[in-house]
T-cell receptor
Framework: EPEVTQTPSHQVTQMGQEVILRCVPI?????FYWYRQILGQKVEFLVS????????KSEIFDDQFSVERPDGSNFTLKIRSTKLEDSAMYFC?????????????FGSGTRLTVV | KQEVTQIPAALSVPEGENLVLNCSFT??????LQWFRQDPGKGLTSLLL?????REQTSGRLNASLDKSSGRSTLYIAASQPGDSATYLC??????????????FGKGTKLSVIP
């Protein structure tokens, strides 16, 4: 069964450093998303991406965050200057369409630890 | 703003028992609802997708129902096994404006099946 692949599985970074989280969505999917889950809390929406542009972003997704689809397969989330509160599990997801018969497929996540 | 609540937060049952997990949402104008399974420190595995026009979906020992008018969904697990131990997340997908559709998650029910 097709999978969403995320790398790395775990990243430790110092506060203030830039990190790039990588994702390879399912090849025939058109809509891409980043979500995050702070330990013990709900999974939260960060950003949605379609047709090479952001379609929606949450208030969490401030100027420190950016997304990019640099080629036909990768989808990245960059955090420019990490803060302690950015420590979380980051999930990439993709969807083939927007209709009610389309669900999301999530990757296994990247655990980001900011020290 | 859509809010998703899952009750109970945790549930412990003996192996072989049938059980029901509950999910409620505040805005009934949803496109679909997905149930996910999350193992500790791992990603989200989709279990069932119910379209807004559907009343239930079944996969093996799992059956999910949807009552849009009352803002409720249930996940029924038959003949529970220790391998079913995980956190079960409910997520509703709805139009969020600006041509975008978001998943909103509940906090999950942590299920423990005791051998």
């Amino acid at each position: 069964e097709p999978e969403v692949t995320q790398t790395p599985s775990h990243q430790v970074t110092q506060m203030g450093q830039e990190v790039i989280l990588r994702c390879v969505p399912i090849s025939n999917h058109l809509y891409f998303y980043w979500y995050r889950q702070i330990l013990g809390q709900k999974v939260e929406f960060l950003v949605s991406f379609y047709n090479n542009e952001i379609s929606e972003k949450s208030e969490i997704f401030d100027d420190q965050f950016s997304v990019e689809r640099p080629d036909g397969s990768n989808f990245t989330l960059k955090i420019r200057s990490t803060k302690l509160e950015d420590s979380a599990m980051y999930f990439c997801a993709s969807s083939q369409g927007q209709g009610e018969n389309y669900g999301y497929t999530f990757g296994s996540g990247t655990r980001l630890t900011v020290v | 703003k859509q809010e998703v609540t899952q009750i109970p937060a945790a549930l412990s049952v003996p192996e072989g028992e049938n059980l029901v997990l509950n999910c409620s949402f505040t805005d009934s104008a949803i496109y679909n609802l997905q149930w996910f399974r999350q193992d500790p420190g791992k990603g989200l595995t989709s279990l069932l997708l119910i379209q807004s026009s559907q009343r239930e979906q079944t996969s093996g020992r799992l059956n999910a129902s949807l009552d849009k008018s009352s803002g409720r969904s249930t996940l029924y697990i038959a003949a529970s096994q220790p391998g079913d131990s995980a956190t079960y997340l409910c997520a509703v997908r709805a139009y969020s404006g600006a041509g975008s559709y978001q998943l909103t998650f509940g906090k999950g029910t942590k299920l423990s099946v005791i051998p």
